[in-house]
Protein backbone atom coordinates (compact mmCIF):
# COMPACT_ATOMS: atom_id res chain seq x y z
CA UNK A 1 0.00 0.00 0.00
CA UNK A 2 1.28 4.01 -0.46
CA UNK A 3 1.24 5.55 2.63
CA UNK A 4 1.53 9.59 3.07
CA UNK A 5 2.24 10.83 6.89
CA UNK A 6 1.26 14.27 7.54
CA UNK A 7 2.84 16.86 10.21
CA UNK A 8 0.05 19.71 9.48
CA UNK A 9 2.01 22.88 10.39
CA UNK A 10 1.14 24.81 13.87
CA UNK A 11 -1.40 27.17 13.34
CA UNK A 12 0.52 30.06 14.12
CA UNK A 13 2.85 30.19 11.79
CA UNK A 14 5.50 32.05 13.70
CA UNK A 15 5.89 28.97 15.66
CA UNK A 16 8.05 26.70 13.15
CA UNK A 17 9.55 23.96 14.69
CA UNK A 18 12.25 22.16 12.51
CA UNK A 19 12.61 19.40 13.91
CA UNK A 20 11.56 16.21 11.81
CA UNK A 21 8.96 14.76 13.45
CA UNK A 22 10.24 11.14 15.07
CA UNK A 23 6.46 10.06 15.66
CA UNK A 24 5.64 9.48 12.03
CA UNK A 25 8.72 8.66 11.25
CA UNK A 26 8.89 5.15 13.72
CA UNK A 27 5.49 4.18 12.14
CA UNK A 28 6.40 4.77 8.65
CA UNK A 29 9.85 2.88 9.43
CA UNK A 30 7.95 0.04 10.75
CA UNK A 31 5.25 0.20 7.74
CA UNK A 32 8.22 0.36 5.08
CA UNK A 33 9.75 -2.46 7.10
CA UNK A 34 6.29 -4.70 5.59
CA UNK A 35 6.53 -3.80 2.60
CA UNK A 36 4.63 -0.87 2.10
CA UNK A 37 5.57 2.53 0.03
CA UNK A 38 6.02 5.59 2.16
CA UNK A 39 6.65 9.37 1.99
CA UNK A 40 6.23 11.98 4.29
CA UNK A 41 5.27 15.79 4.64
CA UNK A 42 6.39 17.91 7.46
CA UNK A 43 4.62 21.30 6.56
CA UNK A 44 6.68 22.99 9.13
CA UNK A 45 9.32 23.16 6.47
CA UNK A 46 7.21 22.80 3.77
CA UNK A 47 5.71 25.54 3.56
CA UNK A 48 2.90 27.38 5.06
CA UNK A 49 0.40 27.01 2.21
CA UNK A 50 -1.10 23.44 1.50
CA UNK A 51 -0.42 23.44 -2.08
CA UNK A 52 2.55 21.27 -1.64
CA UNK A 53 0.03 18.77 0.49
CA UNK A 54 -2.15 18.75 -2.55
CA UNK A 55 0.87 18.05 -5.03
CA UNK A 56 2.05 15.33 -3.37
CA UNK A 57 -1.23 13.35 -2.75
CA UNK A 58 -1.83 14.13 -6.75
CA UNK A 59 1.19 12.91 -7.45
CA UNK A 60 1.90 9.90 -4.92
CA UNK A 61 -1.80 8.80 -5.36
CA UNK A 62 -1.45 7.36 -1.24
CA UNK A 63 -4.26 4.74 -0.30
CA UNK A 64 -3.60 5.68 3.22
CA UNK A 65 -3.11 9.32 4.74
CA UNK A 66 -2.23 9.57 8.64
CA UNK A 67 -2.13 12.71 10.35
CA UNK A 68 -0.46 13.33 13.38
CA UNK A 69 -1.99 16.22 15.63
CA UNK A 70 -1.47 18.10 18.41
CA UNK A 71 -3.56 20.88 19.51
CA UNK A 72 -1.49 23.46 18.05
CA UNK A 73 -1.55 21.83 14.60
CA UNK A 74 -5.43 20.64 14.75
CA UNK A 75 -7.08 23.62 12.72
CA UNK A 76 -4.56 22.94 10.14
CA UNK A 77 -5.17 19.42 10.03
CA UNK A 78 -8.43 19.51 10.32
CA UNK A 79 -9.08 22.02 7.32
CA UNK A 80 -6.77 19.42 5.32
CA UNK A 81 -8.71 16.49 5.96
CA UNK A 82 -11.69 17.86 5.09
CA UNK A 83 -10.08 19.10 1.82
CA UNK A 84 -8.58 15.12 1.79
CA UNK A 85 -11.94 13.90 2.24
CA UNK A 86 -13.60 16.12 -0.49
CA UNK A 87 -11.36 15.79 -3.62
CA UNK A 88 -10.03 12.62 -2.76
CA UNK A 89 -12.58 10.23 -1.14
CA UNK A 90 -10.42 7.24 -2.69
CA UNK A 91 -7.90 7.87 0.53
CA UNK A 92 -8.75 6.50 3.63
CA UNK A 93 -7.53 8.88 6.89
CA UNK A 94 -5.74 7.38 9.98
CA UNK A 95 -5.71 10.06 12.45
CA UNK A 96 -3.24 10.00 15.69
CA UNK A 97 -1.18 11.95 18.26
CA UNK A 98 -2.15 13.66 21.60
CA UNK A 99 -5.22 15.67 20.43
CA UNK A 100 -6.65 12.59 17.99
CA UNK A 101 -6.50 10.58 21.30
CA UNK A 102 -8.07 13.52 23.48
CA UNK A 103 -10.83 14.02 21.26
CA UNK A 104 -11.25 10.93 18.64
CA UNK A 105 -14.68 12.22 17.98
CA UNK A 106 -13.81 15.36 16.54
CA UNK A 107 -11.40 13.89 14.28
CA UNK A 108 -13.75 11.35 13.20
CA UNK A 109 -16.03 14.03 12.38
CA UNK A 110 -12.94 15.83 10.29
CA UNK A 111 -13.19 12.93 8.52
CA UNK A 112 -10.69 10.25 9.74
CA UNK A 113 -11.65 6.70 9.44
CA UNK A 114 -9.80 5.33 12.20
CA UNK A 115 -8.23 7.40 15.44
CA UNK A 116 -5.50 5.67 16.99
CA UNK A 117 -5.60 6.49 21.01
CA UNK A 118 -2.26 5.74 22.75
CA UNK A 119 1.30 4.64 20.96
CA UNK A 120 0.63 3.96 16.87
CA UNK A 121 3.87 1.73 16.66
CA UNK A 122 2.17 -1.34 18.48
CA UNK A 123 -1.02 -1.48 15.71
CA UNK A 124 0.29 0.30 12.90
CA UNK A 125 1.50 -2.48 10.72
CA UNK A 126 -2.14 -4.39 11.85
CA UNK A 127 -4.05 -1.68 11.35
CA UNK A 128 -3.26 -0.76 7.90
CA UNK A 129 -2.78 -4.97 6.80
CA UNK A 130 -6.62 -5.05 8.23
CA UNK A 131 -8.24 -1.90 6.37
CA UNK A 132 -5.85 -3.06 3.33
CA UNK A 133 -7.70 -6.69 3.45
CA UNK A 134 -11.08 -5.58 4.55
CA UNK A 135 -10.99 -7.94 7.76
CA UNK A 136 -12.47 -6.38 11.28
CA UNK A 137 -10.42 -3.94 13.26
CA UNK A 138 -12.57 -4.27 16.68
CA UNK A 139 -9.38 -6.96 17.75
CA UNK A 140 -6.78 -4.25 17.67
CA UNK A 141 -6.57 -2.19 20.66
CA UNK A 142 -7.03 1.56 21.13
CA UNK A 143 -9.34 2.57 18.33
CA UNK A 144 -12.07 4.51 17.34
CA UNK A 145 -13.24 3.47 13.85
CA UNK A 146 -16.12 4.84 11.90
CA UNK A 147 -17.93 1.93 10.04
CA UNK A 148 -19.25 2.17 6.70
CA UNK A 149 -22.91 2.90 7.77
CA UNK A 150 -21.24 5.38 9.88
CA UNK A 151 -21.16 3.87 13.39
CA UNK A 152 -18.77 4.74 15.49
CA UNK A 153 -17.00 1.37 17.19
CA UNK A 154 -14.56 2.10 20.13
CA UNK A 155 -11.96 -1.26 20.43
CA UNK A 156 -10.87 -1.91 24.05
CA UNK A 157 -8.26 0.20 25.75
CA UNK A 158 -5.38 1.29 24.82
CA UNK A 159 -2.36 -0.04 22.67
CA UNK A 160 0.51 -1.18 24.34
CA UNK A 161 3.31 0.45 25.36
CA UNK A 162 6.13 0.78 23.58
CA UNK A 163 9.36 -0.21 24.35
CA UNK A 164 11.67 2.03 22.78
CA UNK A 165 14.71 -0.47 22.55
CA UNK A 166 12.49 -2.47 20.54
CA UNK A 167 11.84 0.02 17.84
CA UNK A 168 13.76 -0.08 14.27
CA UNK A 169 16.07 3.01 14.16
CA UNK A 170 14.04 5.77 12.25
CA UNK A 171 14.99 5.57 8.47
CA UNK A 172 15.63 9.55 8.06
CA UNK A 173 15.30 8.86 4.22
CA UNK A 174 11.64 9.19 4.79
CA UNK A 175 12.29 12.63 5.91
CA UNK A 176 12.91 15.92 3.08
CA UNK A 177 16.67 15.74 4.78
CA UNK A 178 17.65 19.09 2.85
CA UNK A 179 15.22 21.09 4.45
CA UNK A 180 16.82 20.45 8.37
CA UNK A 181 20.18 21.57 9.52
CA UNK A 182 20.40 18.72 11.72
CA UNK A 183 19.33 15.61 13.64
CA UNK A 184 16.56 14.43 16.15
CA UNK A 185 16.89 11.58 17.92
CA UNK A 186 14.77 10.39 21.02
CA UNK A 187 16.59 8.81 24.23
CA UNK A 188 12.90 8.44 26.57
CA UNK A 189 9.72 8.94 26.36
CA UNK A 190 7.28 10.27 28.98
CA UNK A 191 7.71 12.06 31.89
CA UNK A 192 7.44 11.24 35.64
CA UNK A 193 6.32 14.85 36.90
CA UNK A 194 2.78 15.99 36.75
CA UNK A 195 2.86 19.60 35.88
CA UNK A 196 -0.49 21.01 35.84
CA UNK A 197 0.45 23.45 32.77
CA UNK A 198 1.55 20.26 30.49
CA UNK A 199 -0.44 17.78 28.78
CA UNK A 200 1.52 14.49 29.79
CA UNK A 201 3.03 12.64 27.15
CA UNK A 202 2.66 10.02 29.96
CA UNK A 203 -1.10 9.66 31.03
CA UNK A 204 -2.74 11.16 27.48
CA UNK A 205 -1.19 8.92 25.11
CA UNK A 206 1.59 6.37 27.18
CA UNK A 207 -0.95 4.64 29.06
CA UNK A 208 1.68 4.16 31.90
CA UNK A 209 5.38 5.14 33.19
CA UNK A 210 7.76 6.11 31.16
CA UNK A 211 10.38 4.74 28.07
CA UNK A 212 14.18 4.99 28.58
CA UNK A 213 16.70 3.22 26.08
CA UNK A 214 19.75 1.54 27.30
CA UNK A 215 22.58 4.30 26.64
CA UNK A 216 24.58 1.59 24.62
CA UNK A 217 21.78 1.67 21.74
CA UNK A 218 21.92 5.57 22.13
CA UNK A 219 25.17 5.61 21.09
CA UNK A 220 24.52 3.64 18.72
CA UNK A 221 22.00 5.62 17.00
CA UNK A 222 24.12 8.87 16.94
CA UNK A 223 26.90 6.86 15.76
CA UNK A 224 24.58 5.84 12.77
CA UNK A 225 23.74 9.11 11.92
CA UNK A 226 27.11 10.20 11.77
CA UNK A 227 28.30 7.67 9.79
CA UNK A 228 25.26 7.14 7.43
CA UNK A 229 24.34 10.70 7.45
CA UNK A 230 27.31 12.45 8.30
CA UNK A 231 25.26 14.25 11.14
CA UNK A 232 27.17 16.63 13.13
CA UNK A 233 24.68 17.77 15.37
CA UNK A 234 21.53 16.19 17.27
CA UNK A 235 18.77 17.33 19.29
CA UNK A 236 16.96 15.13 21.58
CA UNK A 237 13.68 15.68 21.97
CA UNK A 238 13.05 13.67 25.35
CA UNK A 239 10.69 15.91 27.98
CA UNK A 240 13.78 14.65 30.31
CA UNK A 241 17.24 13.65 28.74
CA UNK A 242 17.03 10.01 29.68
CA UNK A 243 15.38 11.08 32.72
CA UNK A 244 18.26 9.05 35.34
CA UNK A 245 21.71 10.48 36.28
CA UNK A 246 22.52 6.99 36.69
CA UNK A 247 21.93 6.67 32.60
CA UNK A 248 23.09 10.13 31.63
CA UNK A 249 26.34 9.82 33.46
CA UNK A 250 26.77 5.73 31.33
CA UNK A 251 25.85 7.54 28.08
CA UNK A 252 28.22 10.48 28.54
CA UNK A 253 30.99 8.15 29.48
CA UNK A 254 30.14 5.65 26.72
CA UNK A 255 30.29 9.11 24.02
CA UNK A 256 33.19 10.11 25.53
CA UNK A 257 35.21 6.75 25.47
CA UNK A 258 33.94 5.87 21.73
CA UNK A 259 34.88 9.42 20.39
CA UNK A 260 31.24 9.92 18.94
CA UNK A 261 32.20 13.55 17.91
CA UNK A 262 28.82 14.66 17.63
CA UNK A 263 27.41 17.91 19.21
CA UNK A 264 24.06 17.74 20.77
CA UNK A 265 21.18 19.79 22.76
CA UNK A 266 19.17 18.09 25.54
CA UNK A 267 16.35 19.20 27.87
CA UNK A 268 16.41 18.45 31.62
CA UNK A 269 14.59 19.92 34.69
CA UNK A 270 17.33 21.82 37.06
CA UNK A 271 16.48 19.45 39.51
CA UNK A 272 18.42 16.88 37.86
CA UNK A 273 21.33 18.43 37.43
CA UNK A 274 24.41 19.10 39.35
CA UNK A 275 28.28 19.48 38.88
CA UNK A 276 28.55 16.18 38.36
CA UNK A 277 26.02 15.63 35.09
CA UNK A 278 26.54 19.27 33.84
CA UNK A 279 30.84 18.37 33.12
CA UNK A 280 29.93 14.68 32.48
CA UNK A 281 27.68 15.98 29.50
CA UNK A 282 30.03 19.24 28.31
CA UNK A 283 33.02 16.33 28.35
CA UNK A 284 30.36 14.20 25.89
CA UNK A 285 30.30 17.19 23.39
CA UNK A 286 26.63 18.42 24.81
CA UNK A 287 26.79 22.13 23.75
CA UNK A 288 23.51 23.17 25.24
CA UNK A 289 20.52 22.60 27.99
CA UNK A 290 17.43 23.59 27.71
CA UNK A 291 15.82 24.63 31.08
CA UNK A 292 11.47 24.67 32.23
CA UNK A 293 12.21 27.50 34.57
CA UNK A 294 8.50 28.82 33.83
CA UNK A 295 8.55 31.47 36.48
CA UNK A 296 10.48 33.18 39.64
CA UNK A 297 8.04 32.89 42.43
CA UNK A 298 8.27 29.59 44.53
CA UNK A 299 4.29 30.13 45.12
CA UNK A 300 3.45 30.07 41.82
CA UNK A 301 5.66 26.87 41.13
CA UNK A 302 4.19 25.24 43.95
CA UNK A 303 0.80 26.09 42.77
CA UNK A 304 1.71 24.88 39.47
CA UNK A 305 2.61 21.70 40.85
CA UNK A 306 6.44 22.22 39.04
CA UNK A 307 7.96 20.10 41.99
CA UNK A 308 10.96 22.25 42.00
CA UNK A 309 12.43 25.46 44.25
CA UNK A 310 14.10 28.07 42.72
CA UNK A 311 16.99 27.74 44.46
CA UNK A 312 17.05 24.24 43.51
CA UNK A 313 16.51 26.22 39.66
CA UNK A 314 19.48 27.82 40.65
CA UNK A 315 22.09 25.44 41.27
CA UNK A 316 21.00 23.49 38.36
CA UNK A 317 21.37 26.19 35.56
CA UNK A 318 24.80 27.46 37.36
CA UNK A 319 26.32 24.02 37.25
CA UNK A 320 25.25 24.19 33.40
CA UNK A 321 26.89 27.22 32.66
CA UNK A 322 29.71 26.87 34.91
CA UNK A 323 30.68 23.28 33.06
CA UNK A 324 30.94 25.58 30.04
CA UNK A 325 27.60 24.59 28.64
CA UNK A 326 25.00 27.05 26.85
CA UNK A 327 22.08 27.65 29.29
CA UNK A 328 18.47 28.08 27.54
CA UNK A 329 15.59 28.89 30.47
CA UNK A 330 11.88 28.68 29.28
CA UNK A 331 9.01 31.01 31.09
CA UNK A 332 5.26 30.67 31.43
CA UNK A 333 3.90 34.56 32.40
CA UNK A 334 0.08 33.61 33.35
CA UNK A 335 0.36 30.57 35.24
CA UNK A 336 -1.96 31.33 38.25
CA UNK A 337 -0.68 33.84 40.96
CA UNK A 338 -1.07 37.54 41.79
CA UNK A 339 0.46 40.13 39.65
CA UNK A 340 3.16 40.66 41.90
CA UNK A 341 4.24 37.24 41.99
CA UNK A 342 4.22 37.14 37.90
CA UNK A 343 6.97 39.74 38.58
CA UNK A 344 8.91 37.90 40.61
CA UNK A 345 10.59 36.38 37.29
CA UNK A 346 12.40 39.27 36.12
CA UNK A 347 14.83 39.87 38.74
CA UNK A 348 15.11 36.16 38.82
CA UNK A 349 15.90 35.84 35.06
CA UNK A 350 18.48 38.74 35.91
CA UNK A 351 20.24 36.90 38.91
CA UNK A 352 20.22 33.47 37.05
CA UNK A 353 21.98 35.26 33.53
CA UNK A 354 21.07 32.25 31.09
CA UNK A 355 22.30 32.89 27.50
CA UNK A 356 18.90 32.35 25.87
CA UNK A 357 15.62 33.30 27.80
CA UNK A 358 12.14 32.23 25.68
CA UNK A 359 8.96 33.73 27.47
CA UNK A 360 5.16 32.27 26.45
CA UNK A 361 1.99 33.17 27.38
CA UNK A 362 0.09 30.43 29.60
CA UNK A 363 -1.43 27.89 27.37
CA UNK A 364 -4.27 26.12 29.43
CA UNK A 365 -3.99 23.02 27.06
CA UNK A 366 -6.63 20.38 26.75
CA UNK A 367 -5.29 17.23 28.55
CA UNK A 368 -4.16 19.63 31.70
CA UNK A 369 -6.47 20.94 34.51
CA UNK A 370 -5.68 24.24 33.66
CA UNK A 371 -8.30 22.89 30.74
CA UNK A 372 -10.27 20.91 32.21
CA UNK A 373 -11.11 22.69 35.40
CA UNK A 374 -10.64 26.69 33.82
CA UNK A 375 -13.04 28.52 36.02
CA UNK A 376 -11.21 27.42 39.33
CA UNK A 377 -8.23 28.71 38.49
CA UNK A 378 -9.15 32.00 37.32
CA UNK A 379 -8.46 31.15 33.46
CA UNK A 380 -11.18 31.82 31.40
CA UNK A 381 -11.29 30.07 27.72
CA UNK A 382 -14.11 31.95 25.57
CA UNK A 383 -14.47 28.67 23.19
CA UNK A 384 -13.16 25.55 24.75
CA UNK A 385 -12.93 24.51 21.05
CA UNK A 386 -11.19 27.47 19.18
CA UNK A 387 -7.78 25.80 18.81
CA UNK A 388 -7.03 28.37 16.89
CA UNK A 389 -5.88 30.38 20.16
CA UNK A 390 -3.64 27.63 21.55
CA UNK A 391 -0.88 28.17 20.10
CA UNK A 392 2.86 29.53 21.87
CA UNK A 393 3.96 32.25 20.57
CA UNK A 394 1.40 35.22 20.75
CA UNK A 395 -1.66 36.63 22.63
CA UNK A 396 -5.01 35.84 22.05
CA UNK A 397 -8.20 37.46 23.39
CA UNK A 398 -9.79 34.02 23.27
CA UNK A 399 -7.90 32.72 27.00
CA UNK A 400 -8.37 35.74 29.86
CA UNK A 401 -7.24 35.33 33.73
CA UNK A 402 -8.94 36.68 36.52
CA UNK A 403 -5.68 37.59 38.43
CA UNK A 404 -3.68 39.05 35.02
CA UNK A 405 -5.53 41.51 32.62
CA UNK A 406 -4.41 41.52 28.98
CA UNK A 407 -3.05 45.12 29.18
CA UNK A 408 -1.04 43.59 32.60
CA UNK A 409 0.03 40.88 30.50
CA UNK A 410 1.47 43.23 27.87
CA UNK A 411 2.62 45.23 30.13
CA UNK A 412 4.78 42.24 32.03
CA UNK A 413 6.05 41.01 28.37
CA UNK A 414 7.30 44.73 27.86
CA UNK A 415 8.98 45.15 31.41
CA UNK A 416 10.66 42.54 30.99
CA UNK A 417 11.87 43.39 27.22
CA UNK A 418 13.12 46.78 29.34
CA UNK A 419 14.81 44.80 31.69
CA UNK A 420 16.56 41.97 29.38
CA UNK A 421 18.12 44.85 27.07
CA UNK A 422 19.31 46.89 30.15
CA UNK A 423 21.16 44.08 31.21
CA UNK A 424 22.27 43.24 27.85
CA UNK A 425 19.84 40.79 25.90
CA UNK A 426 18.93 41.38 22.47
CA UNK A 427 15.70 40.47 21.48
CA UNK A 428 15.24 37.37 18.95
CA UNK A 429 14.44 40.02 15.80
CA UNK A 430 17.77 41.53 16.24
CA UNK A 431 19.66 38.83 17.02
CA UNK A 432 23.33 37.81 15.59
CA UNK A 433 24.57 34.64 15.30
CA UNK A 434 27.85 36.19 17.58
CA UNK A 435 24.95 37.22 20.23
CA UNK A 436 25.52 35.68 23.78
CA UNK A 437 22.79 36.61 25.29
CA UNK A 438 19.47 36.69 23.66
CA UNK A 439 15.74 36.48 24.47
CA UNK A 440 12.22 35.95 22.74
CA UNK A 441 8.38 36.71 23.71
CA UNK A 442 5.16 36.35 22.46
CA UNK A 443 5.56 40.47 21.44
CA UNK A 444 8.62 39.47 19.20
CA UNK A 445 8.29 38.33 15.81
CA UNK A 446 10.68 35.38 15.24
CA UNK A 447 12.04 32.59 17.52
CA UNK A 448 15.56 31.42 18.19
CA UNK A 449 17.94 29.74 16.62
CA UNK A 450 18.78 26.25 18.00
CA UNK A 451 22.70 25.23 16.73
CA UNK A 452 24.78 28.46 17.50
CA UNK A 453 26.70 29.52 15.53
CA UNK A 454 24.39 29.13 12.59
CA UNK A 455 27.46 29.17 10.03
CA UNK A 456 28.02 25.63 11.74
CA UNK A 457 24.28 24.35 11.45
CA UNK A 458 24.66 25.45 8.22
CA UNK A 459 27.32 23.14 7.04
CA UNK A 460 24.86 20.23 7.67
CA UNK A 461 22.74 20.20 5.13
CA UNK A 462 23.02 23.57 3.61
CA UNK A 463 19.43 25.62 4.41
CA UNK A 464 19.12 28.60 6.62
CA UNK A 465 19.31 28.36 10.26
CA UNK A 466 16.26 26.68 11.73
CA UNK A 467 13.93 28.08 15.05
CA UNK A 468 12.51 26.79 17.80
Known amino acids: MKVLFVAPRSFNPKQM ?37 WALVREFQPDFAGFSVITP ?79 LVRSGGRS ?44 AVRSDGVGVRWHENVVAEMEYLRDTYAAREIFFA ?71 TTAQIRRGVRAAMDAGLRAKTGWIYGLPGTLEEQYESIPFMLDLRPHEISIHQLIPFPGTIYYTEAARFGI ?3 NPKGFESFCYGGLDGDIRFDYLSHAQLRGLFE ?33 MNVFRPPAVAATTVGVPELVA
Not at 115 to 134: D, N, Q, S, Y
Not at 268 to 282: F, I, S
Open 17 to 53: YREYPLGIGFLGTLLKQAGHEVRVFDQNVEGLTDEGL
Open 73 to 151: NYPVARRQMHWLREQHPEVRILAGGIHATLFPEDLIADGAEVVVMGEGEPVIRELVKGMAEGTDLRGLPGLLIRERDGA
Open 160 to 203: QTTSLDDLPFVDRSLYNLPKYTHHSMLASRGCPHHCAFCCNYTG
Open 238 to 308: DDIFLLRKADILKFCETCTSRRVGVKWIGQMRADRVDTAVAEAMRGADCQRIYFGVESGSDRILQAAKKGI
Open 380 to 382: RIA
Open 415 to 447: DTAVALEKAGYVNSDRAQPGDEYIYTTPLSRNS
